[in-house]
């Protein structure tokens, strides 16, 4: 079915708060008949919600669940004494606690009692490459993201590290470009880790991060396309008319 009208993403976003409206998590990660209400709500120039996209994930989705099962849900409360409206998990050695003591990271769930859930393996992945792209501590403005990915698939499968990395040399020093060679890579990436058997919380973990390694070389592409991409010691296929000398 086509798009809800923004009278309907008005109203919508209007119901979040009440007890008998979805709320923008719930609409994020609901799986009933997802495919059917995957639409974009527009919040400002720029800004959108997905609604309904995270669903397709179901992988990466069961991860999450599984850290649900052992540090469930929760409201927090401010130190001010209000209930915060959303709710909120931890993973990893600190979680995020709030209470009449103040905001702080603490490595026990005051909930269990216990340790925070060791975080899931395709979660740390994607979290690393995540933190290579948009470093916090540098205003969001990272790397492409080759070097990091390849580390990151060296950790999930030593033998997937090492069949990309082949490629990546053999194509690299054949045709003196590095950008082409991590882009062929990335398209081999996630058909050798099927064919490895791995995870499906891994493989959809490894379908992001090519898919967000593809978005950062869309200039490359462009340049590979129009014969002006620069290859090793700065050797492009044909001259750029338009480069600034």
């Not at 698939?153 to 470009?177: C, M, R």
Request: overall charge positive; proline content about 7%; glycine content about 12%.
């Amino acid at each position: 079915r086509g798009a809800p009208s923004r009278a309907d993403a008005t109203r919508r976003a209007g119901a979040v708060g009440r007890s008998d409206a979805p709320g923008m998590t719930f609409d994020l990660f609901d799986t009933a008949d997802a495919q059917a209400r995957q639409w974009q709500e527009p919040l400002a120039p720029g800004a959108l919600v997905l609604r309904g996209f995270v669903a397709d994930a179901v992988p990466i989705l069961a991860a999450v669940h599984t850290v649900i099962a052992q540090a469930p849900l929760r409201h927090m409360v401010t130190p001010g004494g209000h209930r915060m409206s959303v709710t909120t998990t931890s993973c990893g050695a600190l979680g995020w606690v709030s209470d009449d003591t103040g905001y702080r990271y603490d490595a026990i769930d005051p909930a269990t009692g216990r340790a925070w859930p060791v975080m899931p393996g395709a979660l740390v992945a994607l979290a690393v490459f995540l933190g290579h792209l948009y470093p916090v501590f540098f205003r969001f403005i990272g790397g492409k993201g080759v070097a990091t990915a390849a580390g990151v698939l060296f950790a999930l499968n030593p033998w997937l590290g090492l069949g990309l990395l082949v490629i990546w040399l053999v194509l690299a020093v054949g045709l003196k470009l590095s950008s082409l060679a991590a882009l062929a890579a990335t398209a081999v990436a996630l058909p050798l880790a099927w064919w490895l058997a791995m995870p499906g919380a891994y493989l959809a973990t490894i379908g992001a991060i090519g898919v967000l390694l593809v978005w950062r070389h869309r200039s490359n592409i462009r340049k590979l396309l129009s014969g002006t991409e620069s290859g090793f010691g700065g050797k492009a296929g044909k001259e750029d008319p338009t480069a600034q000398p």
